[in-house]
């Protein structure tokens, strides 16, 4: 969802985000560090995530992590469509646990 916000024109908030802390990663955080790294405008406060987005806009390459959690290293790797320089991932083989074999080479 917040990829799809990064290609909408304005702000997209996406609300009663504080679930996510308790997954695999604390998922709101690490999803907006990560995607900072590559240039996504991405905010988060306690219960929401706001996505400044446009239809042309493109992430930049980085090194990120995936911090261990199968959603966040998918969500990495299908980023890499929009990246205009290479996403290199720390651990993929987390993907496993959601999709065995997915394989998105870019």
Known sequence: LILLALRCEGT??????ERLKNKESN???TFVEE????GADITVDKNTIAVKG???NRLHGAKVSSHGDHRLALALKVAQLIADGPVEIDDTQCISKSWPDFNLEV
């Open 12 to 17: 997209s908030k996406i609300n009663a985000i």
């Open 27 to 29: 998922r709101a955080a």
């Open 35 to 38: 995607l900072r790294k590559l």
């Open 54 to 56: 446009s239809f042309n």
